[in-house]
């Protein structure tokens, strides 16, 4: 159960396009298409982004989009803006009914 | 509105035990699958633990087994977390969160446990 890595940070202009990646193994992120993404603000509970590896909740901008490739899932934000400075986590079915999460990726907009 | 609010977090030694509760309002809490997430101070989320709409089926991360017990009473719309032998590294803000498809899409505001003397 060892984390999902992810960069610690990433930063971009208001209006640029970012790409966080998210590498897990062949036990998580790459036998299953049941990733999901979450933005943190500080002192903020998690909010769900994006799950089965690019789908969109309802109410969450389509300038947020998901992909995954082999054992490795990305989030990618378009047209930046300074209310997506956040804390981003992936988080991957691991099997078994457990999950696990990334390491976290500070996005910082310049 | 579709709510989650966790109580039960404090201070306690090294050793001791803490049972946090997590109120379920505005769905349907028997019909879901409910889980556990902490976060020690300025670091990632963690899974902990979850539990089936019934009841009968647990799993917990390999951190946590044995000394952590996953619980809910749907009469009561209340999930809890059973946490024993409490050490340094427990030390977290431990959210509740309700799970379908693999998505934790609705979460609680947390409940913060310190384990120190």
């Known amino acids: 159960q060892s984390a999902l890595t992810q960069p610690a940070s990433v930063s971009g202009s208001p209006g640029q396009s970012i790409t966080i990646s998210c590498t897990g193994t062949?036990?998580?992120?790459?036998?299953?298409?049941?990733v999901s993404w979450y933005q943190q603000h500080p002192g903020k509970a998690p909010k769900l982004m994006i799950y089965?590896?690019?789908k969109r909740p309802s109410g969450v901008s389509n300038r947020f989009s998901g992909s995954k490739s082999g054992n490795t899932a990305s989030l990618t934000i378009s047209g930046l803006q300074a209310e997506d400075e956040a804390d981003y986590y992936c988080?991957?079915?691991?099997?078994?009914?457990?999950?696990?999460f990334g390491t976290g990726t500070k996005v910082t907009v310049l | 509105e579709v709510q989650l609010v966790e109580s039960g977090g404090g201070l306690v030694q090294p050793g001791g035990s803490l049972r946090l509760s997590c109120a379920a309002s505005g769905f349907t809490f028997s019909s879901y699958w409910m889980h556990w997430v902490r976060q020690a101070p300025g670091k990632g989320l963690v899974w902990v633990s979850r539990i089936n709409s019934d009841g009968s089926s647990t799993s917990y991360a390999d951190s946590v087994k044995g000394r952590f017990t996953i619980s809910r009473d749907n009469a009561k719309n209340t999930l809890y977390l059973q946490m024993n032998s409490l050490r340094a590294e427990d030390t977290a803000v431990y959210y509740c969160?309700?799970?379908?498809?693999?998505?934790?899409?609705?979460w609680g505001q947390g409940t913060m446990v310190t384990v120190s003397s």
């Open positions: 089965e590896v690019s």
């Open positions: 988080c991957s079915y691991a099997g078994s009914s457990c999950y696990v």
């Open positions: 062949s036990s998580d992120v790459g036998s299953y298409n049941l």
């Open positions: 969160a309700r799970v379908e498809i693999a998505m934790f899409n609705i």
